[in-house]
């Protein structure tokens, strides 16, 4: 399709980065603007000791034979650019409860991972039948989720809504219906750290939605995350778009009911006939003058509540001391943990935590780094919340070197020797995960859904401007998963959804 019509990203994270391909590849003209030196966002590596790290994107997914992102990135032509390693048939997640040193391996599957819980728990078997058939329910109620277009889906409505009883339960209510046995509970919740469950709170739909897309293609980057975001970005200079790291919006101006420009960092003006936005909401209103838009609706997303941040700890190993292995590793002391990961006290943290070994190559033997999560409130490093990066003070690293033991001791209950290992260590906090990603409270999943009021924490892809669109994972959902499809979401407003998908799922058999 040729269109003369130019687009300017704000972000040129994951959310930014899949628009401007789309975008580009449906003949529009794409430029990106992106604050960090490099473009990414929660793609985007770093790298110390001479090894690389992923910032955000560890546990990717959808990548298997006629998963949705596999479909994506082949209609963008970049899918054999990718190097990716499926995670382990036989265990791509291990749960691990310290109290009775049992663990619990998931095998890939829905068939197969129904089987494992059920050689765990056989009194169980007809209640965990029950669980998975309605776990995939309610990901089929959502045809966007699987790039269906059998029932037209419609862009502007909201195409990840579903209506079922079960759909907007709470994830805890959802996951407690189906039985009372109070380990199989935990053991079916233990992967929340991945959507940021809140029992109470988060709708079942995104533990579905999470769930379903880890039991079918859990997979890892070879070599990691960056080569997504470079294909992507080949795809927009290749059809002559710009990608433009390190040149930030610092202004939107408004004329009427519309954006007239943009001020980028270099103090360029610059004029397109859409812009979208891929950042935080409240980090878009600071950059514009707020009383152009109506209050109540800048006061309304502005108090949506934030996902919970980390405390990430990255470990360089020695050469062929520390065995590779290929699964998500998720620890916690006690089956009663598993809702309460951020909730502690500065001797009780961590409650638990997930780490990875990510493959250097496909053929990993030994592993030459290891990337720890451990739940981190932002209130917990409130007091330097006015800081900057390099300049937050001798208590700050007192704090971080504090984090870092207690982290290496709860890593220690896995791997007695693991300290032996380890050639060098660096970490993050949620401080630095704010700065980096300019991310209201270094929150790890943007805003929180909460199934008891959707209406405070659905933001819609249009705005009360009319030349601006919203994209990213404070819209619909987080992650590998949920940001592309709600790319397809933002850019079906330009393009048209039964258009779009019918363009991505002629790789459906690919
Ligand atoms: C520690 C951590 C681990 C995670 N692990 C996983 C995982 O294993 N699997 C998974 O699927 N998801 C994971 N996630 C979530 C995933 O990274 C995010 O959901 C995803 O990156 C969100 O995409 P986005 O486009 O909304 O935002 P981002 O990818 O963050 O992109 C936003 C971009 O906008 C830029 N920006 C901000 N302000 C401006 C401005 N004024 N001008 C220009 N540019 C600006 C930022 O620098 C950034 O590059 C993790 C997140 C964190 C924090």
């Not at 906090?429 to 999943?445: F, H, S, V």
Request: proline share 3%.
């Amino acid at each position: 399709m040729e269109h003369n019509q130019s687009i300017a990203i704000i972000g040129g994270g994951v959310g930014g980065l899949f628009c401007g391909a789309i975008l580009s590849k449906e003949g529009y003209r794409v430029s990106i603007f992106e604050q960090h030196y490099k473009i990414g966002g929660g793609l985007h590596q770093f790298r110390r000791d001479g090894v690389t790290f992923e910032t955000g994107m560890h546990v990717v997914g959808a990548f298997q034979q006629g998963g949705a992102l596999r479909r994506i990135c082949s209609y963008l032509g970049i899918m054999d650019q990718l190097e990716i390693l499926p995670e382990d048939d036989s265990c791509y997640e291990l749960f691990h409860i310290g109290c009775d040193q049992k663990k619990y391996p998931m095998p890939k599957g829905a068939k197969r991972f129904a089987e494992a819980l059920c050689a765990e728990f056989p009194e169980e078997k007809e209640n965990i039948a029950r669980y998975m058939q309605e776990l995939y329910k309610i990901c089929d109620e959502v045809k966007l989720y699987s790039l269906e277009n059998t029932e037209v889906v419609e862009a502007s409505t909201m195409p990840f809504m579903g209506n079922s009883e079960n759909f907007l339960k709470s994830v805890g209510g959802f996951i407690n219906s189906f039985t009372k046995n109070e380990r199989l509970r935990a053991v079916l919740a233990f992967g929340n750290p991945l959507y940021a469950g809140e029992q109470h709170k988060t709708p079942a739909y995104i533990h579905a939605f999470i769930s379903k897309f880890c039991i079918e293609g859990a997979s890892r980057f070879v070599g990691g995350s960056q080569q997504l975001a470079d294909a992507l970005s080949r795809v927009i200079t290749d059809a002559g778009g710009i990608v433009a790291a390190a040149n930030g919006v610092r202004r939107i101006e408004i004329e009427g009911k519309s954006i007239d420009h943009i001020v980028t960092a270099d103090g360029a003006k610059r004029r397109a006939d859409w812009y979208i936005s891929s950042i935080h909401p409240s980090s878009l209103f600071r950059l514009l003058d707020a009383s152009k838009l109506q209050r109540s609706y800048r006061e309304r997303i502005d108090s949506i509540p934030n996902t919970y941040s980390a405390f990430m700890l990255y470990l360089v190993f020695k050469p062929g001391t520390f065995p590779f292995f290929n699964y998500t590793y998720y620890y916690q002391d006690d089956y009663s943990m598993t809702w309460e990961h951020d909730v502690y006290t500065a001797d009780t943290w961590p409650k638990g935590l997930m780490c990875a070994t990510p493959p250097a190559t496909a053929h990993d033997v030994f592993a030459e780094k290891m990337i720890v999560s451990c739940i981190m409130n932002f209130e917990t490093v409130r007091q330097w919340e006015h800081t900057t990066t390099g300049k937050r003070g001798a208590a700050y690293l007192a704090f971080k070197q504090r984090c870092e033991q207690q982290a290496l001791c709860k890593l220690e209950q896995i791997f007695p020797h693991i300290r032996t290992c380890i050639k060098s260590t660096y970490c993050a906090t949620p401080l630095t995960i704010r700065d980096y990603y300019n991310q209201k409270e270094g929150a790890m999943y943007g805003v929180k859904n909460d199934c008891n009021n959707m209406a405070l924490s659905h933001i819609s892809v249009r705005t009360k401007l009319k030349n601006l669109l919203l994209t990213g994972q404070n819209i619909n959902l987080h992650g590998i998963l949920g940001v592309p499809l709600t790319a397809i979401h933002t850019c079906a407003e330009l393009v048209g959804m039964e258009y779009l998908l019918n363009k991505i799922n002629k790789y459906k058999d690919i």
